[in-house]
């Protein structure tokens, strides 16, 4: 038979990272690598974040982090929302929901963040709360809310997770944002969804 | 029979959207009644009376709920042959590729992670010595790994009964298996002898890592199971276990796009799989 056996081979030889932030890519990839195993590697690995440009070493970055799915490794990720690179936002959004146990604490301050397109982002994180959490949180959002593409990144979200308490916060951003009949149609959809109380 | 509790077409969007999201598994409305009757079966089952109660269970994954609501959906027993588009795709397209890019010599290694009890790489053995004409003049080296200690005494073993085969025609059955009981059989030894078993946990680069790397790997119906964290590490062990240009087969409900953006999707005739990229560093 044609096929062959053989031990598998042995894994090669990765030298020992001395920098996640110097050589080339594949160097500081395996940096990352072995620093996201370390038990002092988040700090190695937040520092490194904001320098590093090479997206599949940034991704490695943002997986040991998540990885690691403490409060510093949070707050680590966190500044990548105000980026103006939108595949470091999305990046660091990624990593968030995958440490939903970390992002908790900040989602409130996040949905009251000055910056629009931070408070349209975190909605998102939202989905990992706690039902009665989210429904409070995006609720008093919702009747706050002035720009309306943030308030539909929640009303999305609330499609999912909405309960019958959070229907007033919707019904007054319907009034609103009266004359935006996209978001009227959404809100509309996350209503019915929500359904029967 | 029990009463389908009332899941209302908004309900059952939910739990499509959630479904999707958390998975990557698709249901249209073609697959309401299925979605329904699963549903009515896990609130039966845990003895919950309200669709809203048991949505925000599965949200909250209690007690691995989002694993016990998926397994409805995908086939927990692995047979030969199971995904056979993907083994046309691998004789058709894949290998060929990468003999492309091998030196002289050089052997293609083929990676099945995790194997369970052994049809999925015994499978790629058969179907490669039955469909691939290069088979002949190619090394080709077959891996088989899984977490699992027992599926892989009982891969080496490589006995299997009649469901584990019904794919397969009586002419392969009887050219690659030994009859040893009733509706038992066992693997020749020959193919036996050609496929190699090891231990690994998909989430420990340092155990993929003494794997080498592969040319191809089929990593189905796993990542599924894993918590976004999890998936996200696993992938990248995966992306280092390949060789520039190696491919990664995934199951037909999974997408590595969702999952990770380090690999390239690569659309053959038979098959969606994802490519380890060749270009510029990512070497």
Redesign the interface.
């Given at each position: 038979m044609p096929l062959v056996r053989r031990p598998s081979s042995p894994a090669e030889a990765t030298a020992a990272p001395a920098s996640l932030t110097e050589g080339t890519s594949d160097q500081r990839w395996a940096a990352v690598r072995a620093a996201s195993e370390r038990p002092d590697g988040v700090a190695l690995l937040a520092a490194a974040l904001m320098r590093e440009n090479e997206p599949r070493v940034r991704e490695a970055i943002f997986t040991g982090l998540a990885r690691a799915a403490t409060a510093e490794s949070a707050a680590a990720v966190i500044p990548c929302l105000r980026s103006e690179d939108a595949g470091l936002r999305t990046a660091a959004i990624d990593a968030l929901r995958a440490m939903p146990g970390a992002t908790r604490p900040h989602v409130a301050a996040l949905l009251g963040d000055a910056d629009a397109d931070v408070r349209l982002l975190s909605c998102e994180f939202a989905r990992d709360l706690p039902e009665d959490e989210a429904n409070r949180l995006l609720g008093d959002l919702l009747v706050r809310e002035t720009e309306k593409n943030v308030a539909a990144a929640a009303v999305e979200v609330l499609a999912e997770i909405g309960r019958p308490e959070v229907l007033p916060a919707l019904e007054a951003c319907a009034e609103r944002f009266a004359g935006d009949g996209f978001l009227l149609f959404s809100i509309k959809v996350a209503a019915e969804r929500i359904g029967r109380p | 029979m029990s009463e389908l509790p009332a899941v209302?077409e908004?309900?059952f969007?939910?739990v499509s959207?959630?479904l999707y999201?958390r998975t990557g598994m698709l249901f249209t409305e073609t697959k309401r009644y299925y979605v329904q009757r699963r549903i009515a079966d896990r609130m039966t089952f845990l003895k919950i009376g309200s669709f809203?109660t048991y949505f925000?269970y599965l949200?909250?994954d209690v007690d691995g709920e989002i694993e016990q609501f998926i397994n409805a959906f995908t086939v927990n027993e692995t047979y030969f042959y199971r995904e056979e588009h993907q083994l046309r795709c691998l004789s058709a397209d894949l290998l060929n590729e990468r003999v492309q890019a091998k030196k002289p010599g050089e052997?293609l290694?083929i990676w099945s992670v995790p194997c369970a009890t052994g049809e999925e790489p015994y499978s790629i053995?058969i179907w490669?010595?039955e469909n691939w004409p290069e088979?002949?003049?190619?090394?080709?080296?077959?891996?088989g790994s899984d977490i699992d200690t027992e599926c892989l005494t009982a891969a080496r073993q490589g006995e299997f009964g009649q469901r584990a085969l019904m794919r397969l025609s009586p002419a392969l059955i009887g050219k690659y298996f030994e009859t040893i009981g009733p509706d038992r059989w066992r693997i020749v030894s020959?193919?036996r002898?050609?496929?190699?078993f090891?231990a690994v946990n998909l989430m420990e680069?340092?155990q993929t890592?003494?794997?080498?790397?592969f040319d191809i790997i089929f990593c189905r119906n796993v990542l599924i199971y894993f918590?976004?964290?999890s998936r996200?590490?696993a992938a990248?062990n995966l992306f280092?276990s390949l060789v520039p240009g190696g491919f990664i087969c995934l199951g037909h409900t999974e997408s590595m796009s969702r999952i990770?953006?380090?690999f390239e999707v690569r659309r053959f005739a038979d098959a969606i799989v994802y490519q380890r990229p060749t270009g510029?560093?990512?070497?």
């Open positions: - | 209302t908004e309900e969007r939910k959207d959630f999201r809203a925000s949200r909250g052997a290694r053995a490669l010595l088979v002949d003049v190619q090394d080709i080296e077959i891996v020959d193919l002898q050609s496929v190699q090891t680069g340092s890592r003494q794997h080498g790397k918590d976004d964290a996200r590490l990248e280092e990770s953006p380090l510029g560093t990512h070497g």
